[in-house]
């Protein structure tokens, strides 16, 4: 089983030695900019090396607002993304589960949701699995809690996406991490990369604040468990550079072994 961290984009096959992972996953553009992804130096390496590569989608893609502004530029960025992640050879390109405004309603977002899709497919398709993650807040957030979750998914099931579980995100979000893989399975059919992250904040506080496995409100045993049951590889998005990232890797893995 594949463990390794979210690292910094300028090098991330020697943070990837620096941690011992064999997993790696960052961004192509600044996570807060509008910005399509530019060819990178280090492509062929990237492409050759037995690291695992994983991209994250900026976090100002929301496909599912009613924001035209949004929603628009949300759709051609997401497939940018995935076209360059592709190009990499990676596995999957992350991206959150989105929200709609205040007053609206969800099941707009779950349409929206689908016209990506349909958008993307119209453009040729998405090359590599789209692997959509829950998030920590939002009354109004399209995988937040699971029964809208569930929504999500008898909409955009039918055109491969893929799920990546984050554990900080479950349980601030308010769903209980026993038997957490059993229930997303059943709804998704499948979990593609588990985030491996402790929470700082407490259950359904609704506050995305990772932490270093062992040092927040979760408990390790927890978390090694929802790996183990996903068979997936499995990501930390933790403070503390190498050193801190590191340590959770071997926490797990030794869990894993255990």
């Known amino acids: 089983m594949r463990i390794g961290a979210h690292v910094d984009p300028a090098d991330p096959l020697a943070e990837a ?9 960052f961004f192509l553009t600044d996570p807060q900019a509008w910005a399509d992804p530019q060819p990178r130096a280090d492509a062929d390496a990237l492409r050759a090396a037995d690291v695992e590569i994983f991209i994250h989608a900026p976090y100002r893609i ?3 607002t009613l924001n035209n502004r949004i929603r628009i530029p949300s759709r051609k960025l997401l497939l940018s993304h995935a076209r360059a992640a592709a190009d990499l050879g990676a596995k999957g390109l992350i991206v959150h589960g989105g929200h709609v405004d205040k007053g609206n309603d969800v099941a707009t977002g779950f349409e929206n949701w689908k016209k990506t899709f349909e958008y993307a497919a119209k453009e040729g398709g998405f ?14 957030a399209c995988a937040r809690r699971f029964d809208a979750l569930a929504r999500l998914w008898d909409v ?34 499948r979990i593609d990369l588990v985030h491996a992250n402790d ?12 932490d270093n496995l062992g040092q927040g409100t979760i408990d390790p045993d927890l978390i090694v468990a929802v790996i183990q049951a ?26 894993l072994t255990a």
Do not use: M, W
């Open 17 to 25: 030695a620096a941690r011992g992972a064999d997993v790696v996953q």
């Open 62 to 64: 929301n496909v599912a």
């Open 127 to 140: 090359p590599l699995p789209v692997l959509v993650e829950n998030t920590a807040g939002g009354d109004n």
């Open 156 to 189: 955009i099931g039918e055109y491969g996406a893929g799920f990546c579980l984050d554990t900080c995100h479950a349980f601030a979000g308010g769903e209980e991490l026993l038997g957490i893989v059993d229930r997303v399975k059943a709804i998704t059919g």
């Open 199 to 210: 929470s700082r904040d407490p259950f359904d506080s609704g506050r995305d604040r990772h």
């Open 230 to 255: 996903a068979g997936a590889p499995a990501v930390v998005e933790t403070p503390g550079g190498a050193d801190g990232q590191g340590a959770d890797i071997a926490l797990i893995r030794k869990g």
